[in-house]
Each structure stands twice: as structure tokens, then as C-alpha cells.
């Protein structure tokens, strides 16, 4: 079983549009990450939740909401995309919200956009 | 607030020889250094961490060493093999945000057969 799982895979999609990414976790972590990895391989955090609450919320563009209806999912909707959205998302999981857990990475899911 | 830098960005060596890549940090009261590898395709996972209270830790053929006062730490890979190709980023954790970790650059890593 994949401790983190990630759908889809990858997304291509056209300017404008809206598209969901959505992460589920069976390692009953508490807590759960959405990071952006762009082109150059930075890796950026994006948003935290912890037992449902948003608990980690950079400097992203309102655009992109994040919603954990039960702490075993995250997902990442993103509205109106743009050319600079293209990506990979990697969602992650930690026992609990300290910076000095370990995080478990799911595969990823790279988005393109046209 | 934290910076973490990695070096070098890109590394290559021959198989079966030593790697080290270094990373320094600026916030004193950092107190968890992982070190994660990213093979293509997939998500980071973690090698090997290490703790503020402990100097080195050391894993077969990885180890990571922290010198708390110059504010570095280190990883090393000896008899390096063709697997060990991929992307290792260092971070740490920062006291301003509630100890979450603030990630390094990445650096990509080449064994040549």
C-alpha cells in the first residue's frame, strides 16, 4: 500500500482553467503538506494542516486553496492557472506538526500549463 | 529569518569514490538537520538525519556530520555506486516558525561509472 498517494499523476491543461490535485495518507500522520518544486528543483512550502486545521500558509496566491475534509486527505485546488503554475506538487506527511518529524513524500504530481 | 545554503549545486564523481555536499544555517537555535534524496520522478525521502545534541551520525555508507558553532553540517557518501545518482536537499529547522524546516537548493548529484 502507498503510505502517501497522490492523483492525478500529471496534468496538462490550458491557461485559465481549474484543476483540483488531491493527496490521501494511511500512515495515520496528524499532519499534512502541499510543496511546489519548480523547474530548478527549489522545493517551497506551500501549506500545512494539522488535524484539519491550516496551520502553514505562505506566501501563495489566492488562487490556490487548499481544503482537509479529515486528516488522512489534503487537497490542492488551484483556480483561473497560469503559464507560472506549471509545476511539480508534491503533498507530504508527518507524525505531528514539529518541523523535526519525518516527512513522507508522495510521488508527485506535475502539472502543465499551455 | 533561517537561510539555508547548499553546496555544491551539481557534483560529480567517479564511482566508488567519496561525496560531500554542505550546507550552512544562519538561525543559532536550529536544532534538526534532515537530509532527503530525490530520485526522478519521485517524492524526497529521508537518508539520514541528525539532531543538535549529537556531532555525527553515521548510516554504512552515509554520515552526516553538524558543527553547531560554525553553523554547518555535512553529508558524506563513501564508495559512492551508480544508485547513489540523484538530488539530496539539507534542511533545518527554523525557531521564528515553530521549528519548520527550511530546505536547501538541492544538489544534484552525478556518479560516474
Known amino acids: 500500500d502507498t503510505a502517501v498517494s497522490q492523483t492525478p499523476k500529471y496534468l496538462v491543461t490550458q491557461m485559465g482553467n481549474d484543476k483540483s490535485i488531491k493527496c490521501e495518507q494511511n500512515l495515520g500522520h496528524d499532519t499534512m503538506y502541499w510543496y511546489k518544486q519548480d523547474s530548478k528543483k527549489f522545493l517551497k512550502i506551500m501549506f500545512s494542516y494539522n488535524n484539519k486545521e491550516l496551520i502553514i500558509n505562505e506566501t501563495v496566491p489566492n488562487r490556490f486553496s487548499p481544503k482537509s475534509p479529515d486528516k488522512a486527505h489534503l487537497n490542492l485546488h488551484i483556480n483561473s492557472l497560469e503559464l507560472g503554475d506549471s509545476a511539480v506538487y508534491f503533498c507530504?506527511?508527518?507524525?505531528?506538526?514539529?518541523?523535526?518529524?519525518?516527512?513522507?513524500f508522495g510521488a508527485g504530481s506535475r502539472l502543465t500549463v499551455l | 529569518g533561517e537561510n539555508v545554503e547548499q553546496h555544491p549545486s551539481t557534483l560529480s564523481v567517479q564511482e566508488g569514490d567519496s561525496a560531500v555536499i554542505k550546507c550552512t544555517y544562519s538561525d543559532s537555535a536550529s536544532n534538526y538537520f534532515p537530509w532527503y534524496k530525490q530520485e526522478l520522478g519521485k517524492g524526497p525521502q529521508l537518508i539520514i538525519d541528525i539532531r543538535s545534541n549529537v556531532g555525527e551520525k553515521k548510516d554504512q555508507r552515509i554520515a552526516v556530520t553538524l558543527n553547531k558553532t560554525a553553523k554547518h553540517f555535512s553529508l558524506h557518501i563513501t564508495e559512492t555506486q551508480p544508485e547513489d545518482s540523484a538530488v539530496y536537499f539539507c534542511?533545518?529547522?527554523?525557531?521564528?516558525?515553530?521549528?519548520?524546516?527550511?530546505w536547501g537548493a538541492g544538489t544534484k548529484l552525478i556518479i560516474k561509472p
Open positions: 507530504a506527511s508527518s507524525l505531528t506538526r514539529s518541523g523535526a518529524n519525518v516527512l513522507t
Open positions: 534542511a533545518a529547522t527554523q525557531k521564528d516558525s515553530n521549528y519548520q524546516l527550511i
